[in-house]
Each structure stands twice: as structure tokens, then as C-alpha cells.
């Protein structure tokens, strides 16, 4: 497929996807006339990076990381080495952090939109 059926069909834009592909996170073939060209595993492919971005890692973090990762056929993936695994664990901690500070967060709001509706009902 071309660069911008897969940047339809993934919901990412085709600057993004050509930078996936200079930071070597995505492989194009390409045509005679220079056009890229992806195969069908290409849709999971950025699905899956968009999530690792999502995830807070950086584009030199998932290309360690893609290649541990199983492919949507099921396909074999490397073995991670040990520091990869350890920075992993502390990447997995870290967004465990944020939610518990979201959580926190979510609390003291909830409290002030209680409070707030308090006082509306005795207006009301």
C-alpha cells in the first residue's frame, strides 16, 4: 500500500509515517518511480509505535524495543537484553507513578465538584 492509504488506515498523518521510517521504526520498499510502498503489516507496525509513543517512549527507546516485540502474524521475536528489560521496568514504574498522581488528582476534583454541587442545591 501507499504512504497515504496507510496513513488513512492507521489514523497517523504521512509526515509521521516518513519519520518513522527515517528513524528506522518502519521499512518502505520502493517503486521504479521512488514511491514507497508497505506491506500489510505495516497498519499493526504503527499502531503498535503509536502506542509505545503514547506509552512516553522515545523513537531511539522503541527501536530496541520493536524488534523484542511479537509481530501481529505471531512471527518470532529477538530476546531483550538485560538493560533494555531493566529500563523497561523503570518506564512501566514511572507510568504507574503518573496514574497514582492521576488518581490523586481525579480525588481532589471530585471533592471540589461535591462541594460545588452542595452549595447549588442549597441555592436551588
Do not use: F, N
Amino acid at each position: 500500500m501507499r504512504i497515504g492509504e496507510l496513513a488513512r488506515r492507521t489514523g497517523v498523518s504521512e509526515r509521521s509515517l516518513r519519520y518513522y521510517e527515517q528513524q528506522g521504526l518502519l521499512v518502505a520498499r520502493r517503486t521504479p518511480g521512488g514511491h514507497r510502498e508497505y506491506g500489510e503489516g505495516a497498519v499493526d507496525r504503527v499502531l503498535r509505535i503509536q502506542e509505545l509513543y503514547a506509552a512516553g517512549l522515545s523513537s531511539s527507546r522503541i527501536g530496541q524495543l520493536l524488534p523484542c516485540m511479537r509481530d501481529a502474524d505471531g512471527g518470532p521475536s529477538e530476546i531483550a537484553d538485560e538493560r533494555l528489560v531493566t529500563d523497561l521496568t523503570a518506564e512501566r514504574d514511572r507510568i504507574d507513578r503518573m496514574i497514582e498522581d492521576l488518581q490523586r488528582s481525579r480525588a481532589v476534583l471530585d471533592e471540589v465538584i461535591d462541594t460545588a454541587s452542595g452549595g447549588l442545591a442549597a441555592k436551588g
